[in-house]
């Protein structure tokens, strides 16, 4: 019998096998109360894990859907200042193109924002500012609540893309003052992907435009999301709510504050053994900015080919992340989120070393001793 592959990435994540469950039972009606009690227990535990008391719903459609519901509904026609140091942060940027006057206030990749342009462009009358929070493509976090600060300071709405720290990371939605917040389900919240969730201001309803998308419709999701029971306002994606209703009961379970002291430990991990190889980070940190805690870039040696070592890796049923775009062939990319813990986390690096050495590399250091070192 063929074994599964261990999903090592910036997501999709393994999937507990209560989440896998959830899935095979026989379909229920999606306007029963049924369906209304598992879209309440969802909306439930992801508002604290948003820590935010604000509006949310659970949309059938990738991040990616959340993040232009978040545009579409509130950034039509204006100016949008767009910040990017990665792959995901000019999504949003070509995103906002298409709804508003995106205005790119570009970075290079994994290196820190330009703070003090975006504060020009609000000053200027920008009323929209998008943030991705957690750059997987670079493994970099970026000041979310330095953001979100000046965006309050000149009246601008703040969209966060927390696709990839909600659930893993320390997020403040509401403290932080995002107007609207998204995650994956397939990223720290262990769920299948193909669903997103989204949390709206009371500032943001005050802004809604008034001509929204179709499917993507955030005051039709507000409508019935109010009845009794909870509903969405076409047919959703109903054994991925099952699903991700399972993933967040253990989450409930865990406690977001233990999920993420050890979604940290685990990158620490990551970041110890990097270092023993003798291996460079790929992000440029300044004060303001930090390492991802849910995916770790690591710059490949000179003479290392990406395809050697990650296919090293995949023959012992791993797999793990390159580079994106122009940064293939220069670094790659573990990830730490989900439900996966030491076991998982140790194997990888493992298999990591086992790579380099084969690729010709002659590591420094015992990277996998030196994770133990941080996770026990």
Known sequence: MEKELLLMLPGPVPMPERVRYAMMRQAINHRSAEFGAVYADCVRVLKTVFQTVNDLFVISGSGTAGMEAAVANFGRDIDIACLVNGKFGERLYKISQRY???????????TPLNLEELEVKLEQGARMVTLVH???????????EEVGRLAR????????????????????????????????SQKCLAAPAGLA???VSSRAWERLTKNPPY??????????ASGKPMETPYTPAV???????????????????????RHKRMADAVRSAANAWGLSLFPVLDQNHAYSNTATAIVYPGGVKDSE?????????????GGQDHLKGKIFRIGTMGAIGAPELLATLAAVQHGLKKAGYQVQGDGVEAA???LG
């Open 100 to 110: 508003g006057r995106a205005h790119l206030i570009a970075s290079e990749w994994g």
């Open 197 to 199: 969730a989204v949390s």
């Open 134 to 144: 957690n750059e997987t493509s670079a493994g970099i976090k970026n000041p979310a």
């Open 239 to 261: 054994p991925l709510f099952l699903a991700l209703r399972e993933a967040c009961l253990i989450i409930d379970e865990e406690g977001i504050t233990h999920r993420i002291a």
């Open 309 to 321: 070592v990650r296919d090293t890796v995949k023959k012992m049923g791993i797999i793990i992340a």
């Open 153 to 184: 300071k000149h009246d601008a709405l703040f969209v966060m893309d927390g696709i990839t720290s909600i659930g893993g990371d320390t997020v403040e939605t509401d403290r932080w003052g995002v107007d609207i917040a998204i995650v994956g």
């Open 215 to 224: 499917y993507l419709d955030l005051a039709a999701y507000r409508k019935s």
């Open 372 to 374: 133990c070192e941080v």
